[in-house]
Nanobody
Framework: QVQLVESGGGLVQAGGSLRLSCAAS????????MGWFRQAPGKEREFVAA????????TYRESLKGRFTISRDNAKNMVSLQMNSLKPEDTAVYYC??????????????????WGLGTQVTVSS
């Protein structure tokens, strides 16, 4: 069982940066692959980035490469998402999620077993 709590969201101007954090409970955090998703009003939840259990492999939504960086610290049971050069279209609720698999399906919500409640990111123009 893993419980996830996101933080770090807020209001930022276009071009600014935010760093989201996801704190995980449980002694098995280091065995889970982690992902970030986002959901804008009226839209489906979409994949943002994922990182494998060791931090040795990452993958990103193609359109976000170069602006977003996912990282993790297993000693602190934490996964982070650094977001730079933010745009109004990045406005969404951002969720972190935990998965037992790393098989190329990281972009699918059904691959994840546990979810946080999300943190709101609003980018003003």
């Amino acid at each position: 069982q893993v419980q996830l709590v996101e933080s770090g969201g807020g209001l930022v101007q276009a071009g600014g940066s935010l760093r989201l954090s996801c704190a995980a409970s449980g002694r098995t955090f280091g065995s889970y692959n982690m992902g970030w998703f986002r959901q804008a009003p009226g839209k489906e939840r979409e994949f943002v980035a994922a990182i494998n259990w060791s931090g040795g492999a990452t993958t990103y939504r193609e359109s976000l490469k170069g602006r977003f960086t996912i990282s993790r610290d297993n000693a602190k049971n934490m996964v982070s998402l650094q977001m730079n050069s933010l745009k109004p279209e990045d406005t969404a609720v951002y969720y972190c999620a935990a998965s037992r698999v790393w098989d190329g399906t990281w972009w699918m919500t059904r691959s994840y077993d546990y979810w946080g409640l999300g943190t709101q990111v609003t980018v003003s123009s």
